[in-house]
């Protein structure tokens, strides 16, 4: 009833770029906070970035002044690009709303499948 699905992850370079892309779709009666998370191989999942309906960002440090979150409220949809990548930024990459569904009395936490995103040269 409710899906979040990511497109855009893959292989990058070392100092390359991606931009994730997470559309929300079925029955919402509205949004909150959308983020991006990632999990690495053996590590837990963290966050990297959160964004609010009003578009108040915040972003882990070790992302900040390289990662940029956006997102496009009509379209339910939210953005994560990504600039110089390091081999450290290799992860699956999940997209999170706090999202109200139309058939709730309450909003929930909704997540992507996630995405591999891969920095190696």
């Known amino acids: 009833q409710v899906q979040l699905v990511e497109s855009g992850g893959g292989l990058a370079q070392p100092g390359g770029s991606l931009r994730l892309s997470c559309a929300a779709s079925g029955s919402i009666l509205s949004i909150n906070d959308m983020g991006w998370y990632r999990q690495a191989p053996g590590k837990q999942r963290e966050l990297v970035a959160r964004i609010t309906n009003s578009g108040s960002a915040n972003y882990a440090d070790s992302v900040k002044g390289r990662f940029t979150i956006s997102r496009d409220n009509a379209k339910n949809t939210v953005y994560l690009q990504m600039n110089s990548l390091k081999p450290e930024d290799t992860a699956v990459y999940y997209c999170?709303?706090?999202?109200?569904?139309?058939?709730?009395?309450?909003?929930?936490?909704?997540w992507g499948q996630g995405t591999q995103v891969t920095v190696s040269s």
């Open positions: 999170n709303a706090d999202l109200w569904p139309n058939y709730a009395n309450k909003p929930y936490d909704f």
